[in-house]
């Protein structure tokens, strides 16, 4: 049985693998990413390799730092945190790109960090981005960033891999936000949760870089961990592209000494001359396979507050759905081409942004707003009302100038919208490509740029022939605890996100203390939950808990509060991922939120206080209610960090215990 390019690229940066080892989806494996980049949180991450025992980056050239969240916040404070950040990677030779030069993904592609066949990671959500490039592009989390500077690598579970299969061509107009719109809203019942998507087929190779990579960033919505579009003769043209900047005076940012940007017309002829490395066994065996006829796709917009939830705008138009923001920023939508499908509507329409709307505009980075100038592009998006914001994260986060205010309506190019991210808790955001934004910013409601005809999407899902797995065992480690007692605090929601549990205007702060951190866990979600917590309560969640973004505070202000676990029907994987490298333990037992949405009871708010359930670990089962449970054992590699405290304290002890034994 053949393997699939992300076992293959997972294979490559595998670390210590035994010769003849063939990595399969479910391995647990160390790896050694090409890169790692961190923005702002570079500020919190410093502390933690600190606190490990490191003193020298393992491979300096292997981290990367890109500012771009908190830019509009010139507080004496936040510039000296920047300026810590960029001493600090000035001391250890890392390359830093400062406030300014563009969002950090973007930045990453840029500069050329991202090259094809590259496991290359983030402390960011939307690394998928990277896999547009025909690289795998992971988060990781800001623990595991601390431990690859510190040791050069981490530990990842290779995730299953879907097949998205797009055929033919998009429609005049329809853009690759459509298409990625098209895929969260079809396909909503988590067919690649926490899986890692390779899209194939004359379709994808139709698509030019510009989709590719707006797709491949909102598979992180659709609740995949990578998104990998094939190498091919796009990506070719792409990367030959860039070559001439790689040695321009103008190049932004400090490179150290050792820094593997860029690349040259060398290094792209040899991997295009062995790109059988890089593609997908035929015989590569894939977790489900789903197909999207892409001449089939007519623009959609997302929400109220929800991704996956997509309305048509023939549907909007009807509403007459009036709005009082439109964004168009971002890391999904704000390179060159979506400011330039931007500028046509405009230049088609004419006019000016509509009384009562506010209009902002960021690009993804200076090289982009520079090109957009070059093209008149931006003067003409100035010139009918648009506010401009410097190229960073801003209102998609939360941050900065221009947030929903209650009440208000939004239309926003970015790629989330759940309830509170981009401001207000009580307003109301809808996504849509950068030419939806600009016609409905013009027209003062939703709409679309021009007339599409209502039509059904052309799909298809075939579903891979599941294997018995054998049972698993597994013996509870000295210091782990052999069971939990406590009532049960159950939230009754699929997909609460990050933003939920956490909300972004802490995320950023890395003054609050543990018990701050702790008195404002889900005052996105629920601002009675903290008048119900009792001490030692064990929440009960639903189906992706944790999805979003890849905070960890909002793991760890959990464990803060005194929880002493989380019980899903499923997790977000970097949820997950977070938990245990934070020493907070979470697992999944779907069974047990079936029975308790039995219970009418339970269902009546978005916390209810259930009876005392006992969580037996040695046993692997759980009993509430007068009935037993069963959940998967913790894996040895699980119960070692949580008895170490986490993935930090882990890799101390280990540093350690080198540092006696030389």
């Known amino acids: 049985m053949g393997v699939t390019l992300v076992e293959k690229i997972a294979a490559r940066h595998a670390d210590g693998l035994a010769v003849g080892k063939v990595v399969r989806s479910g391995d647990f494996i160390s790896i050694r990413p090409r890169h790692v980049m961190t923005h702002d949180n570079t500020g919190a991450v410093i502390p933690k390799f600190k606190q490990i025992g490191a003193t020298a980056i393992a491979d300096p050239a292997q981290p990367v730092f890109a500012i771009d969240h908190d830019i509009q916040n ?23 790109y400062p406030a300014g030069t563009g969002i950090s993904h973007q930045v990453m592609v840029e500069q050329g960090y991202v090259v094809p066949g590259a496991m290359v990671v983030a402390s960011d959500s939307h690394s998928n981005l990277y896999g547009a490039m025909a690289a795998l592009g992971t988060p990781v989390v800001r623990t595991d960033a601390a431990s690859i500077w510190a040791t050069g690598v981490t530990w990842w579970q290779v995730p299953k891999v879907p097949k998205v299969v797009l055929k033919g061509t998009l429609s005049p107009g329809v853009v690759g936000k459509d298409v990625i ?89 040899n991997w295009w001359k062995n790109r059988t490395d890089l593609s997908a066994d035929s015989d590569a065996e894939y977790a489900i396979e789903l197909e999207l006829d892409l001449a089939t796709v007519v623009p959609h917009v997302s929400g109220p507050n929800e991704v996956k939830t997509m309305v048509s705008l023939p549907e909007m138009e009807r509403k007459h759905v009036p709005i009082q923001k439109a964004y168009l920023l971002s890391c999904v939508n704000a390179r060159f081409e979506d400011l330039h499908d931007a500028a046509e509507v405009v230049r088609a329409k004419g006019g000016h942004v509509a009384d009562g709307v506010e209009f902002y505009l960021a690009p993804a980075s200076a090289e982009v707003q520079a090109r957009s100038e070059s093209n008149g592009d931006w003067q003409t998006l100035l010139g009918a009302g648009a506010i401009a914001l410097p190229p960073g994260c801003g209102a998609c986060i939360g941050l900065g100038r221009g947030l929903v205010q209650k009440g208000e309506i939004a239309i926003s190019a970015t790629n989330r919208n759940f309830k509170g991210r981009m401001g207000d808790r009580d307003a109301y955001v809808y996504l849509g490509s950068p030419a939806v934004v600009a016609a409905s910013a013009l027209a003062g409601f939703i709409c679309a740029p021009k007339n599409f005809a209502e039509r059904a999407a052309g799909t298809a899902v075939r579903r891979a022939q599941s294997k018995p797995k054998p049972p698993a065992s597994v013996e509870i480690m000295a210091g782990f605890p052999p069971s939990v007692h406590g009532r049960v605090l159950f939230i009754d929601k699929d997909n609460l996100n990050t933003d939920g549990i956490y909300g972004s205007k802490h995320t950023y702060r890395d003054d609050m203390t543990p018990e701050e951190m702790a008195a404002v866990t889900f005052e996105n979600y629920d601002p009675k939950f903290n008048t119900l917590y009792q001490k030692g309560d064990v929440v009960v969640g639903g189906l992706n808990f944790g999805s979003g973004s890849s905070r960890e505070q909002a793991a760890t202000a959990l464990k803060f509060k005194g929880i002493p676990c989380v019980i899903a029907a499923s997790f977000s994987e970097t949820y997950k991922r977070n938990a245990f490298n934070n020493g907070f333990v979470v697992f999944e037992c779907p069974e047990l939120v079936t029975h308790l949405r039995t219970i009418p009871r339970m269902r009546d708010a978005p916390t209810t206080v259930g009876q005392e359930i006992t969580i037996d670990y040695a046993g692997s089962t759980l009993t509430v209610d007068g009935k037993s449970f069963p959940f998967p054992p913790l894996s040895p590699a699980a119960q070692e960090l949580i008895v170490a405290g986490g993935a930090e304290k882990l890799v101390a002890s280990r540093f350690r215990r080198g540092s006696a034994g030389e």
């Open 74 to 96: 010139v507080t004496p404070k936040n510039l000296e945190k920047y300026a810590t950040i960029e001493k600090f990677a000035g001391q250890h030779g890392i390359d830093f």
């Open 181 to 269: 719109i098209a895929l969260c809203g079809l396909f909503n019942k988590d067919e690649v949760l926490n899986h890692a998507v390779e899209f194939v087929g004359d379709g994808a190779a139709n698509l030019p870089m510009s989709a590719r990579m707006t797709i491949a960033n909102m598979t992180t919505e659709w609740g995949a961990l990578a998104g990998v579009f094939p190498f091919d003769e796009v990506t070719v043209n792409y990367l030959r592209s860039r070559v001439p900047e790689f040695t321009s005076s103008n190049r932004p940012g400090k490179r150290g000494p050792n820094s593997r940007s860029g690349y040259n017309t060398t290094d792209i002829d």
